[in-house]
């Protein structure tokens, strides 16, 4: 069992920042990977970012949020952070943060992560 809490969200303005914190618990040591998904009203989930849990520590970031989110990890705190710089109206929505355990490099299917977060709330507007 992994238990991820996150938290950082709020509300800001465009072009405005904000961290993330994704933080892990239990049997993290099976997990593969951690992603970052969001869900905004009325859209589906859709996957925003991808760390390694391994000793390479590679990412992936879809289109929309490159050179402009930043993903990163801790593994003494256990720890996955999103550092969401040059924010725009359309980064709003709900965060979620979850975690695989298969060895996949992929955030699609949703299915094939096994342990996911609460969610915070992550407003962008004036």
């Known amino acids: 069992q992994v238990d991820l809490v996150e938290s950082g969200g709020g509300l800001v303005q465009p072009g405005g920042s904000l961290r993330l914190s994704c933080a892990a618990s239990?049997?993290?040591?099976?997990?593969?990977?951690i992603a970052w998904f969001r869900q905004a009203p009325g859209k589906e989930r859709e996957g925003v970012s991808l760390?390694?849990?391994?000793?390479?520590?590679?990412?992936y970031y879809v289109d929309s949020v490159k050179g402009r989110f930043t993903i990163s990890r801790d593994h003494v705190k256990n720890t996955v952070y999103l550092q969401m710089n040059t924010l725009k109206a359309e980064d709003t929505a709900v965060y979620y943060c979850?975690?695989?355990?298969?060895?996949?490099?992929?955030?699609?299917?949703?299915?094939?992560?096994?342990?996911w977060g609460q969610g915070t709330q992550v407003t962008v507007s004036s």
């Open positions: 979850a975690a695989t355990t298969l060895h996949v490099w992929t955030m699609q299917p949703l299915t094939l992560y096994d342990y």
């Open positions: 239990g049997f993290t040591k099976n997990v593969y990977a």
């Open positions: 760390i390694s849990n391994g000793n390479d520590g590679s990412t």
